[in-house]
């Protein structure tokens, strides 16, 4: 196999840089001016303070976005420093080093990263906490730090039956050295346990902020006109009339566009639909996403890709074969489609800029408002509010610096809301892919060869200057610059995320070859939940399907023969096929169908079992299966494979952006459907436990879905389901 730059090669380079997560580091506390000082809280490390009340605050480094990540940071915390998870205050971390992901050197959720990456430090956290408050105990009493227990915010001498609060501790505490600690490895207490989620009573009462509901003193509200064309430009504009409407106090162009700043957000809606435009439409006004895909086919014909795996002799072996099985599967440019629209408010003073948004990237949304305004790293406040979803969309920073373009040239708090229609039609997309897969085939059937080509763009080439800058935080910009002209030329002929999981195709096969042509076709596009991964598994398992069905084989027993040696793949294909009875009578009308995927370090399988009634293709039960090594919250585990099987079904059977002379087409749910409650299948979801290190589950659900459904559809009416979305008519 030739060597790949992937994306977390990429990412660990840049500890060595940016640093790691920062134990040693106390977080800062604000005394109130002109008032005594009260008695400072203790912070023996940058993710949690524990004050005299006994007040214990958890710093969580990364963002709830739904995923439940503030309850699996309390759930580790929690089990080392030993107090109940519910009782903990949660706070979400400001952009700041200290916060770095580990694993990707800057401050950003996403990749499925969050548990993997916070599960040793949050406990190590824990329990450095923990035993400098059983040390403060024993020197209080004048005993053995061994005779002192740590209990439920507590510190007992079981010998004399004294105990005392973490919170009367906490002084002598905060003058004690950090220790170094051993971590539990059994009889865990709240790991592994399904307590209940702790944003749920927040997102019911209303007490929890999203970035929409911010509300800054004297702050306007901004509505942006954007070019129709991704990365068309203003010519003239025309306000007049705009300026004239009710609530509107000023019209001013910005780098997106022109932006309509009133008192109200309705206000700046409807005068922003009285702003004439004349624009410069860029190179992609005549574009169209059908040439696109026969860009995509000419591409193949040519075949002159890069290969990035190179497993035997593939090309000898299909010169000699007694049949060659050949497939091209297509999957298109996709919204993220977040519930909550982009929004950020900023306030951008001489000295001083804060912005209130939610972010999944705080670091990189620093360094770029750093760009914009050449000011001090202090001297920018980055406010992580609770995410109304992200599914990668929250990464790209563009919302904010409108926000922080507005403020500077208002002198003003400017608050910026995208409407649904704007998040549909001028956000950064999935990108395009199209994958043509050969197998080579002797005279009874059996898989001798597999031969692999995959045409898309590079994520990297889009979002790789902003991450590089973000990673360099502090360097020169000309290190900047140079940096990240080296890491993007490095990753884009061979960036991981537009062929991942077709170069680890798992399957025991002698001759395995895999291409990669790039192709930039200039649309704006950024990580998707689950990113390549979501194109790569609808073509990689619907062609083993095809492969099995050639072979005249069962799809669940040919697979299983060819992942003899890869365990974690058939031990969930096994349990999915279990428990979704495989081999046993359906329904009348209802067929089977089933896929396996590993992604993030995780492994899941589906079964989806669905009818055929003319046209229309229905799913009535999905059976999901996974391997996520430690399971933290299990409950949580089950709500993100129902979440990723909603998301994915959604996707495989309606949703897709279409561009014709280069217009986005779709503006809303109406023509970008998600699936409605009525439509959607009883979703089953069995977890495979270990104890293997934890990994991530927020996206690996998603990939299997499109292949089970298009499987099951062949199941029913013997055709093949190619191009995504699925489509019968």
Known sequence: MTDTLSRRTLLRAGLAVGGGLLLEVSLPVAQA????????PFAPNAFLRIDPDDTVTLVVARVEMGQGTVTMHAQLLAEELEVDPASLRVEFAPADRRYDHPDMGIQLTGGSMSTPGSWEPYRHAGATAREML???????????????????????????????????LVEKAARLSVPSVTLKTKDFRVVGQSVPRLDSAPKVD???????????????????????????????????????????LHVVQIPSGIAVVAKTYWHALQASRAVSVEWDEGPLAGFSTDALLETHRRLLREGKGVRVRDSGQADATFGKAARILEAEYSAPFLAHATMEPQNATAHVTDSRCDVWAPTQGPGMAKEQVKRVLCYADEDIHIHQTWLGGGFGRRISQDYILEAVHLSKALSRPVKVVWSREDDMRHSPYRPAATHRVEGALDEAGHVLGWRHTVVSQSLFSEVGQDYVGALLAGAPGFVKSATASLAINAMGSKDITSFEGVDSLPYELPHVAVDFIR??????????????????????????????????????????????????????????????????????GVFRGV????????????????????????????????????VINPNLVQAQLEGAAIFGLSAALGQRISLQEGRVQQSNFHDYPLLRMNESPRIETHIRFNEAPPTGVGEPGVPVMAPAVANAVFAATGRRLRQLPLSLG
């Not at 001016?33 to 400072?40: D, F, M, Q, V, Y």
């Open 33 to 40: 001016a002109g008032k005594p000082a009260s008695p400072e």
């Open 206 to 248: 209303g007490s929890a902020i999203f970035g929409i509901d911010v509300r800054v003193p004297d702050a306007l509200v901004a509505v942006v006109v954007r070019c129709p064309v991704p990365g068309g430009s203003v010519k003239s504009f025309d306000a007049t009339e705009a300026r004239t409407r009710p609530g509107v």
């Open 134 to 168: 059983r040390e403060a105990a024993a020197r209080t009493w004048d005993v053995p730090k061994a005779e002192c227990t740590a209990e439920q915010g507590t510190v007992v001498h079981a010998a004399t039956g004294r105990r005392l609060r973490y919170g009367e």
């Open 519 to 588: 192709h930039e076709p200039g649309v704006p596009v950024m990580f998707w939940r689950s990113v390549g991964h979501s194109h790569s598994a609808f073509a990689t398992e619907s062609f083993v399907d095809e492969l099995a069905h050639a072979a005249g084989e069962d799809p669940v027993d040919f697979r299983r023969q060819r992942l003899k040696y890869q365990h974690r793949h058939r031990w969930v294909l096994e349990l999915a096929a279990e428990k979704a009875g495989w081999g046993t009578p359906t329904p009348p």
């Open 595 to 630: 896929a396996v995927h590993q992604s993030f370090g995780t492994w899941c399988a589906a079964v989806a079992e669905v009818s055929v009634e003319g046209t229309r293709i229905r799913v009535h039960r999905v059976v999901m299966a996974v391997d996520c090594g430690r």
